[in-house]
C-alpha cells in the first residue's frame, strides 16, 4: 500500500501557476562555483530574524555591462537597454540606486562629449535599463560607464567603460541593392569592390551588409562577417562588422562578398535575390571615407554546380563545387584580382527598392567552431568514413594533399553507419533528406568546404585518390552566439540524469540557428511549438537571451502580416505562407511571460503585449455559451485542424472530440499569462481583472465537464457532448502542471499519470515531469529522466542518441534524430532535481528547495541568470539534507531545507538586507523555511 505524501504547493513553473503573478520560472540548474564569502554566524530559528544587519564597505565597481543583453553591439537600434551586475564584498547586499553616463566617441581630437548623465535613480534595476536621453545618432559609436549604490547609501566606483554602436536606418544607406543577371535557383554570386583608403589614419571603420538569404564578407581576403538573414524583404535584415583592423591609410582595399540565394523553403520566405553593403572609415583627421554597393561593382558566379534539392521540405541544395573555377577565382576577395571577365551587376536601386522596403539590425550572431573526428575509418573500397562522436549541425571540410584536375571525389554525410561500416543513405535514417557533397578537383593542395549547415554525425569520402587522415577531415559547426561564460553545467549522484542534462543542453544550442528550428536537417524551419521549447532550454542551458527575443518580435510580426484574427503562424518565416497550428498559438502568452521572469526586458514584453491580447480575444471567441469550454478552435489542416495535441505519436488522444481537453487548458494558461502582462505593464486593473476572470471560468468548465466521477480527466468532449472515454496522460499532465485540478484530485492523478510511464512525447513530455513534481513525485521524475529502458531521454542515450529525437520511437519510424524539441526538460530538470526556481523577473528573487524522496544522494550546479550566477549544491548525510547556495548581490532567496526528524538545520551565511544570518520564517510542507540575501549561505543538518 502506497502511504500518501503531501502534495508540495508553489513550486509551479510561470506556465503552470493557477493564477496570480504566474509564480516561479522553470530553468536549468548547472557544477557549484567556489563560495562566494566565507560562513559566518549560526541561525538560531526565531531569534535570526533579529539579527543586526552588518556590512560597511562601499560597493565595488559593477561587470558585465551589456547593451541589449550583449555585451559589445555594433547595431542598437532604438532606446538601448543597458545591463550591469552589481557587486559587493558585504553579504546580504542590494542595489538601492544608479547611475549611468553615455558618451560619443569621435574621429578628432577631442570630438568625444558626454551625451546623457541619469543622475542617480533610486532603483534596484540592473537589467534592461532604458537609456533616457537626447535621441542618438545612428551608425555612431558611443561608450557608457554605471556606479550603484548599496543599502547603506555607499557608492561604487563607476564601472570600466562599454562600447556600443547605433544601428542605420533605411535613410542611411545611401547605398544600392545588387545582383547578378542569372536565372539560377540556388545561386552563389561574388561580388566584390576595389578602393584605396584614405591617407589619413583608420581610427574606426565598419561594414554594414545586408544579403537575401545568406552572406560571407571579406576585407581583403580576411572573412570578417558571415550571416543568414531569412526574413520578408519587407523585414529584412542587416549585420555590422568592425573592420578597422583590415584597413590601411593609403592602401589599396578589396571588399568581397558571396551571397547566396536559395529561394523559399521551411524557415525562408519567397523574395529574390539581393545584395546591399555600405563601408564606412574614419580617419584621424576627421574624415569619412563611405564605399556602397552600386553598379561600379562586378560580380560573378561562384564555383557551385546547379544541382536537385536535397529534399522537398527545407528545400537546401545539394552542394557541388568545382574546385578548378574555384582555382581560377582564389584571391578574389583581395586587392589587384584581375575582375575583368565578371560582370556589372543588376541594379535594384537605392534602399529602399523594389521589394526590399525595410532593414532593420539583426541582433543575433552565429559562432563557428572547428569539429575534429573522434576517429577515422579506412573502409575496403577505399572509402574513408569519419565519426564525429555527435550529431552536430556543420559544414564538411576535407584537404587534399594530391588533388588531380577532373577528379569528382563524392563525399555523402549522415546519422547512422550500415553493418558494412559505410555511411546510410536510405531515406529513413536522414530524415529523407540526401546528405551527399561532390567535389571536383583541380592539381594539387586543396580543400573542400561546404557553404551551407546540415545536421550529420557521420562523413564518407568515396575514393579520395589519397590517404586521408583525422587531421584532413573537420567539421565547421555552427549555432547562435550564446556566450560560453554563461553556459549550465550539472552534476549528481547519477551518471545518467548528468548525461541527460548535457545532451538536452548541447541539443538546445545546435536547434538554436539564424533561428529556432525544428532540426537542422529536414526542415530548418522555425516553428512555433519547437522555438518556445528551445527557447526555454536555451536561456536555461546557454543563457541566451536575444534569439529569443528576436523569434518573439517575428512570431508577433506574423500575426501583422496574416492573422487579423489574433492566430499566428505556425512557422515564420516560411515559404508556404499562411498556415497555422491553434494550440501553438496558445503558447505565445506563456513563452512571452516566461521570457521576461528570465530577462526582465519589459521592452519586449510591452511590444508584443498587443499580440498576447489579440491571442486572448481569439480564444475567448471560441468559447461556447452553452458549454462554457472552448469548441473547435478555429486553425490547422489535416491532423492539425483544432489543435497538435502532441506530436508525431499522440498515445491513444481521442481526436474524435472537438472540445479538447489540452486546447482548453493552453487556453487558461494563455488568458492567465496575458494577464500577468497587463499586470506588469500597468495597464488598467479592469483588463488585468477581466482575464483572470474569464481563466477562471474557463478553468472551472474545465473541471466541471472533462473530469470523470474519479477526477481523472478525459480528452474532451464528442460533438453530440457526451465525454471522451478516454483519459490521456498529456491531458491530466496538462491539468496539474497548469495549475488547473483542485488539489484534492491531485494524489489520485498522479497515480494514473505514474502508472503510464511515459506516453508523451518529446514535445510536451516537460509537462508530466511538472505535473508530478508537484504532486509530490520527484521520485517518479527522476525516473522518467533516468530509465533507460522505456520511453524517454535515458532511453535516447541508451540506443545510441547524442540529440534529442522527435519521436521517442524515431529510429524506427523514421522520424527525425535531431529535433530540438524535447530539450527544454532542462528546465525541469534544473527546478526539480537542482531546486532552483526563478520566481520574479530578471531573477530578483529565487526559490531554492532540494528534492525529496529520491535515489539521488546529492546534486550541484551554478546558473547564469540576469542578475549574476547562482550556485546550488545539496548532498544527504545521516542526519539529513545539507544545502549550500550561492546568492548574486541584489538577490533575494528563499531556501526550503527538508526537515530531519522535525529538527531545523543549523543555518550559517548571509540574511537579507544585510542581516548577519539566515532569517527563519518557519516550517512549511515538511521543510523549513528560510530567506537569504547574496552571499554564500550554508544549511547543516541538525546532529
Do not use: C
Request: charged share 20%.
Amino acid at each position: 500500500m502506497r502511504v500518501p505524501r503531501r502534495r508540495e504547493t508553489g513550486s509551479g513553473s510561470g506556465n503552470g501557476s493557477s493564477g496570480g503573478s504566474g509564480g516561479g520560472l522553470r530553468r536549468f540548474g548547472v557544477v557549484l562555483a567556489a563560495a562566494l564569502l566565507p560562513m559566518v554566524s549560526t541561525a538560531v530559528p526565531g531569534r535570526a530574524a533579529a539579527a543586526e544587519p552588518r556590512g560597511g564597505h562601499a560597493p565595488l565597481a559593477p561587470a558585465g555591462l551589456t547593451v541589449g543583453d550583449r555585451a559589445r553591439p555594433l547595431d542598437v537600434e532604438g532606446a538601448p537597454g543597458f545591463g550591469w551586475r552589481p557587486r559587493d564584498t558585504d553579504p546580504g547586499e542590494t542595489q538601492t540606486a544608479y547611475q549611468i553616463r553615455v558618451t560619443r566617441t569621435g574621429a578628432a581630437r577631442g570630438g568625444s562629449r558626454q551625451v546623457w548623465d541619469s543622475g542617480k535613480v533610486a532603483s534596484a534595476r540592473q537589467a534592461y535599463v532604458a537609456y533616457d536621453g537626447p535621441e542618438l545618432a545612428g551608425g555612431t559609436g558611443y561608450t557608457w560607464t554605471v556606479r550603484t549604490w548599496d543599502r547603506t547609501g555607499a557608492v561604487s566606483p563607476w564601472a570600466p567603460r562599454a562600447a556600443f554602436d547605433t544601428g542605420i536606418s533605411d535613410a542611411q544607406w545611401q547605398a544600392s541593392w545588387i545582383r547578378r543577371t542569372t536565372a539560377d535557383k540556388d545561386d552563389y554570386t561574388l561580388a566584390r569592390k576595389e578602393f584605396t583608403v584614405g591617407a589619413s589614419p583608420v581610427v574606426r571603420a565598419r561594414l554594414y551588409v545586408a544579403a537575401s538569404q545568406q552572406y560571407q564578407a571579406y576585407v581583403n581576403g580576411r572573412l570578417v562577417d558571415r550571416g543568414g538573414a531569412y526574413a520578408y524583404p519587407d523585414e529584412g535584415y542587416y549585420q555590422a562588422a568592425d573592420v578597422t583592423r583590415d584597413l590601411k591609410a593609403g592602401r589599396p582595399a578589396a571588399i568581397g562578398v558571396l551571397a547566396h540565394w536559395y529561394g523559399p523553403g521551411q524557415g525562408r520566405p519567397a523574395g529574390e535575390p539581393g545584395l546591399l553593403a555600405r563601408l564606412v572609415v574614419e580617419h584621424a583627421d576627421g574624415s569619412r571615407q563611405v564605399v556602397v554597393s552600386d553598379g561600379s561593382w562586378r560580380v560573378a558566379r561562384g564555383p557551385w554546380l546547379s544541382m536537385p534539392y536535397r529534399n522537398n521540405d527545407g528545400r537546401d541544395y545539394i552542394e557541388s563545387v568545382d574546385g578548378r573555377i574555384a582555382q581560377r577565382q582564389q584571391g578574389w576577395n583581395r586587392p589587384g584580382f584581375d575582375a575583368s571577365s565578371w560582370q556589372s551587376p543588376q541594379v535594384v536601386g537605392a534602399h529602399p527598392a523594389g521589394v526590399f522596403t525595410h532593414l532593420r539590425s539583426q541582433r543575433t550572431r552565429l559562432a563557428f567552431t572547428t569539429a575534429r573526428p573522434v576517429s577515422v575509418t579506412r573502409l575496403a573500397s577505399g572509402a574513408v568514413v569519419a565519426d564525429f562522436g555527435k550529431i552536430i549541425p556543420a559544414m564538411p571540410r576535407v584537404r587534399f594533399a594530391h588533388g588531380a584536375s577532373g577528379r569528382t571525389v563524392d563525399m555523402r554525410a549522415g546519422y547512422v553507419r550500415n553493418a558494412d561500416g559505410t555511411v546510410s543513405d536510405s531515406a529513413h535514417d536522414n530524415q529523407k533528406t540526401d546528405l551527399s557533397y561532390h567535389y571536383t578537383q583541380h592539381d594539387g593542395a586543396q580543400s573542400f568546404q561546404a557553404y551551407t549547415y546540415e545536421g550529420f554525425r557521420y562523413l564518407q569520402i568515396d575514393d579520395p585518390g589519397e590517404r586521408l587522415s583525422a587531421s584532413s577531415i573537420a567539421a565547421v559547426v555552427q549555432h547562435t552566439d550564446a556566450d560560453p561564460a554563461r553556459a549550465a553545467t550539472f552534476s549528481s549522484s547519477d551518471p545518467t540524469l548528468d548525461a541527460v542534462a548535457e545532451l538536452m543542453r548541447r541539443s538546445a544550442l545546435y536547434d538554436s540557428q539564424e533561428q529556432f528550428l525544428d532540426t537542422p536537417t529536414r526542415e530548418k524551419g522555425q516553428f512555433l511549438g519547437d522555438s518556445v521549447d528551445v527557447s526555454r532550454a536555451l536561456m536555461a542551458g546557454a543563457g541566451d537571451r536575444a534569439l529569443t527575443a528576436r523569434a518573439i518580435r517575428e512570431f508577433a510580426e506574423s500575426q501583422q502580416r496574416y492573422w487579423p484574427d489574433g492566430r499566428m503562424n505556425a512557422v515564420y518565416p516560411n515559404g508556404d505562407g499562411k498556415r497555422d497550428i491553434p494550440d501553438y498559438t496558445e503558447m505565445f502568452p506563456g513563452w512571452v511571460w516566461e521570457y521576461y521572469l528570465n530577462s526582465g526586458d519589459r521592452a519586449t514584453l510591452a511590444a508584443s503585449y498587443p499580440a498576447s491580447a489579440a491571442v486572448a480575444d481569439y480564444i475567448r471567441r471560441y468559447i461556447d455559451p452553452a458549454t462554457g469550454l472552448v469548441t473547435k478552435l478555429a486553425g490547422g489542416s489535416g491532423a492539425y485542424e483544432y489543435g497538435i495535441i502532441d506530436w508525431p505519436n499522440r498515445y491513444g488522444y481521442d481526436t474524435d472530440t472537438t472540445v479538447r481537453t489540452t486546447v482548453n487548458i493552453l487556453a487558461v494558461d494563455a488568458l492567465r499569462r496575458t494577464a500577468d502582462q497587463a499586470a506588469a505593464l500597468g495597464r488598467p486593473k479592469a483588463e488585468s481583472e477581466a482575464l483572470r476572470a474569464d481563466a477562471d471560468k474557463l478553468a472551472e468548465a474545465v473541471n466541471d465537464r472533462l473530469r470523470r466521477p474519479d477526477g481523472i480527466y478525459t480528452d474532451g468532449l464528442k460533438a453530440d457532448g457526451t465525454r471522451s472515454t478516454h483519459a490521456s496522460q498529456i491531458a491530466n499532465a496538462y491539468a496539474v502542471s497548469f495549475g488547473i485540478a483542485p488539489d484534492e484530485a491531485v494524489d489520485t492523478i498522479a497515480d494514473h499519470l505514474a502508472s503510464l510511464k511515459l506516453q508523451m512525447g518529446p514535445m510536451t513530455a516537460n509537462w508530466l515531469l511538472t505535473a508530478l513534481h508537484r504532486a509530490g513525485r520527484d521520485d517518479q521524475v527522476l525516473a522518467r529522466l533516468t530509465d533507460r529502458t522505456s520511453l524517454g531521454w535515458a532511453n535516447i542515450l541508451a540506443r545510441g542518441g547524442t540529440f534529442t529525437w522527435e519521436s521517442w520511437e524515431a529510429p524506427d519510424d523514421g522520424q527525425s534524430l535531431s529535433h530540438g524539441w524535447g530539450a527544454t526538460a532542462l528546465v525541469d530538470l534544473q527546478q526539480e532535481m537542482l531546486g532552483l526556481n526563478i520566481t520574479a523577473p530578471a531573477a530578483t528573487t529565487l526559490r531554492i528547495r532540494p528534492p525529496r524522496d529520491t535515489a539521488l544522494t546529492h546534486a550541484s550546479g551554478t546558473v547564469w541568470t540576469q542578475a549574476g550566477t547562482v550556485g546550488v549544491r545539496w548532498n544527504t548525510t545521516a542526519h539529513g539534507t545539507a544545502v549550500k547556495v550561492d546568492i548574486p548581490v541584489n538577490v533575494t532567496a528563499e531556501v526550503q531545507v527538508p526537515l530531519a526528524g522535525g529538527r531545523t538545520p543549523e543555518a550559517r551565511g548571509a540574511g537579507p538586507d544585510g542581516a548577519s544570518t539566515p532569517r527563519f520564517r518557519g516550517v512549511r510542507n515538511g521543510y523549513a523555511v528560510y530567506t537569504v540575501g547574496s552571499g554564500h549561505s550554508t544549511f547543516t543538518p541538525a546532529a
